[in-house]
């Protein structure tokens, strides 16, 4: 069943202290019943996140895992610590991975398949560049980056699968997709699942829009029929601008 899910990535922001003065605040608030939240810390903080939030709805999330099970990766964490931490679901495919990390279609289906034999979900990243979506090349972008990261998955595995679409263009620039572009492409998102997969698959993967979602365009987007929810990263550094988000459904 398709879910409603509002994601914070905090990417490389928020030491301890700064984790527990957020978590303090929101363990406040009142979350929407019908949205899962979800908060993606450092992997320093994850364990204290998860620890802290024990008695409250939002889930705990990794911004990213290596591919191996273990072995000789120094500075890499594996699915196995992040769900001895309490991380169940991971972040995959972030276009700052696939910048600034070089993770490329082939690594990125690996740590899909490592995710799902650890058992975890995972929120794999899409999204294209301005020079794509001026070219017109986008939603050919797409389509190539889920069939190299996904597409070789068993039907029953898409029940652990959740997609993010941030167009690059939109990441941290103020710039966001109207509700009518992000509406096209998740649209062409679950078309293309459906034509790999079936309807019933499409219909209910969820796929959140990511890119300078704030409070005051949150609730146009996630009004879109197509568009589940939001990967947030910006405004999901204060509690109040990731609950009001949260509560724009
Ligand atoms: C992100 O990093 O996934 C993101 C969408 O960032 P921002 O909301 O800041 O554009």
């Known amino acids: ?29 009142v979350f929407p019943e019908n949205v899962v939240i979800m908060i993606a810390p450092a992997f320093t903080n994850l364990n204290h996140a998860f620890n802290s939030l024990r008695q409250h709805p939002a889930e705990v999330i990794a911004q990213n895992m290596h591919q191996s099970n273990e072995g000789a990766f120094t500075g890499e964490i594996s699915a196995k610590m992040l769900k001895s931490v309490g991380a169940n679901t991971v972040i995959l495919g972030h276009s700052e ?4 990390f070089n993770e490329d279609g082939a690594i990125l289906s690996e740590k899909v398949n490592t995710a799902l034999e650890n058992e975890m979900t995972a929120i794999f990243c899409v999204g ?19 069939s190299e990261g996904l597409f070789h998955i068993s039907n029953d595995a898409w029940e652990n699968i959740i997609i993010a679409y ?17 509406q096209e492409m998740h649209k062409f998102i679950r078309k293309t699942i459906a034509e790999n997969y079936s309807n019933k698959i499409a219909e209910n993967v969820s796929i959140l829009y990511g890119g300078s979602v704030k409070p005051d365009n949150a609730s146009e987007i996630f009004g879109q029929p197509d568009v589940d929810g939001g ?15 949260a509560n724009s459904f």
């Open 1 to 29: 069943m398709r879910k409603k899910i509002v994601a914070g990535n905090w990417k490389m922001n928020n030491d301890l202290a700064e984790t527990e003065l957020f978590l303090e605040e929101l363990k406040k608030q």
């Open 97 to 100: 991975r696939r910048a600034y």
């Open 128 to 146: 294209e560049e301005l020079k794509d979506r001026k070219n017109g090349t986008h939603f050919q972008l797409i389509k190539t980056q889920l």
């Open 166 to 182: 941030e167009p690059v263009w939109a990441i941290g620039t103020g710039e966001t997709a109207s509700p009518e572009q992000a």
């Open 231 to 245: 990967l947030i990263g910006g405004a999901s550094l204060q509690v109040e601008s990731f609950m009001k988000i």
